[in-house]
Each structure stands twice: as C-alpha cells, then as structure tokens.
T-cell receptor
Framework: DVKVTQSSRYLVKRTGEKVFLECVQD?????MFWYRQDPGLGLRLIYF???????EKGDIPEGYSVSREKKERFSLILESASTNQTSMYLC????????????FGQGTRLTVV | TQLLEQSPQFLSIQEGENLTVYCNSS?????LQWYRQEPGEGPVLLVT?????EVKKLKRLTFQFGDARKDSSLHITAAQTGDTGLYLC???????????FGTGTKLQVIP
C-alpha cells in the first residue's frame, strides 16, 4: 500500500519558534508538494520540489522554506512561527510535476500560540 | 490565478437521498480530479477526467467533465453515511499541468 507519512498529526508551537514538518513517501516519486488548508480557501501550494535539492516557490511561500536532501523526504520549515501560520499542512507526492493525481499524507494540524 | 468555485459549500442530507455538487471556473483545464477528504485525514483521489463531456462512474458516484472543460459535477446516488467528507475538485493546466484546488464542498450524510 503506497504511503505518504507526515511526522506529526498535531503540533502546538509558540510564536517565534522554528518549526520543522517532515514528510516521507515510499513511491519513488520525484515530485513532492507542501500545501496549507484553511476553511473556505481550499488547498494553497506553499512549495514544491521536482528533484533532490531542487525547490520551487508555490503561491504562498512567504514565511516558509523547504529542504529536500533525499528523494523520499521533503521538509517544510517555518523559520519563525507566527499565529497566522496556524493551519492544516498537507504533504503530497505525485508522478506529475504539476501535482495531478497526488497522494497525500494525513496532515499536520499546527497551532501557533 | 485560476479560481475553482465549488457549490454548495455545505450540504447536509438524509441517507438515501441523491445530491450533486459543482465545480466551476472561467478557465479551461487539461484534466480535472476529484478528491474526498475525511475528517483528520488527507485528500484521497477519486477520479480524473480529461475529455470534454466525459462521464465516469465509481459505484454510486458519477463524475462529469463539462464540454468546454471549464466545469465538472459530481452526482451521488442514494447517499450513505460513509460518503460524509469534504469533496475537492482540482484542475490542471499549463505546461507543467499545475494544479489548482477548489474551495471544497463539505457533505454530511445523516442516518
């Protein structure tokens, strides 16, 4: 059974903390994505990567960075967490560079207090 | 930025009823996906449609892609409580087939 696994389901962090969200996929996909999901706004793309050490900004990259040191692992970093980054974060992988037919992780609900 | 509007935003129905949810845009898409997301989980792909006018069936779910490839609908026949969830459409376009997600329809099926 194919899987995308996110390291935490729930996280509570303080304003100003550095936060790492980890994602691992076992499908040997080149393309990996980080989205955030907020009510009424759908999924918005933060960053994506189409190869090891490669990264591209999505639609809302401000306040975030990413790391892809290995093909199966894609990390999202909040350099200095703020309350407006409280959200559901979803990692996905896909055979397709644009993100079609993606496999998603279970999500990390991050609360910044 | 391309927008995908889904309607209705919320839908609460009795088990056994039929329903249709819509996904509309002013943009043309090369393909369109539908996902279902259960509470506390990530979205799961249900179907991809690629040809204008295409109809696909998945048990009690019927998906249609508009002739102009700007819109899509999902019809559920005889809804069951297991259909409860957030339904998301996602359209792909451009050279890399970049995906844009819709705003979602939250469906609740009451026993």
């Amino acid at each position: 059974d194919v899987k995308v696994t996110q390291s935490s389901r729930y996280l509570v962090k303080r304003t100003g903390e550095k936060v790492f969200l980890e994602c691992v996929q076992d499908m040997d996909h080149e393309n990996m994505f980080w989205y955030r999901q907020d009510p009424g706004l759908g999924l918005r793309l933060i960053y994506f990567s189409y190869d090891v050490k490669m990264k591209e900004k999505g639609d809302i990259p401000e306040g975030y960075s990413v790391s892809r040191e290995k093909k199966e692992r894609f990390s999202l970093i909040l350099e200095s967490a703020s309350t407006n980054q409280t959200s559901m974060y979803l990692c996905a992988s896909s055979l397709h560079r644009g993100g079609t037919e993606a496999f998603f992780g279970q999500g990390t609900r991050l609360t910044v207090v | 930025t391309q927008l995908l509007e889904q309607s209705p935003q919320f839908l609460s129905i009795q088990e056994g009823e039929n329903l249709t949810v819509y996904c509309n845009s002013s943009s043309v898409f090369s393909s369109l996906q539908w996902y279902r997301q259960e509470p506390g989980e990530g979205p799961v792909l249900l179907v991809t449609v690629v040809t204008g006018g295409e109809v696909k069936k998945l048990k009690r779910l019927t998906f249609q892609f508009g002739d102009a490839r700007k819109d899509s609908s999902l019809h559920i026949t005889a809804a069951q409580t297991g259909d409860t969830g957030l339904y998301l459409c996602a359209g792909a376009s451009g050279g890399y087939q970049k995906v844009t997600f819709g705003t979602g329809t939250k469906l609740q099926v009451i026993p």
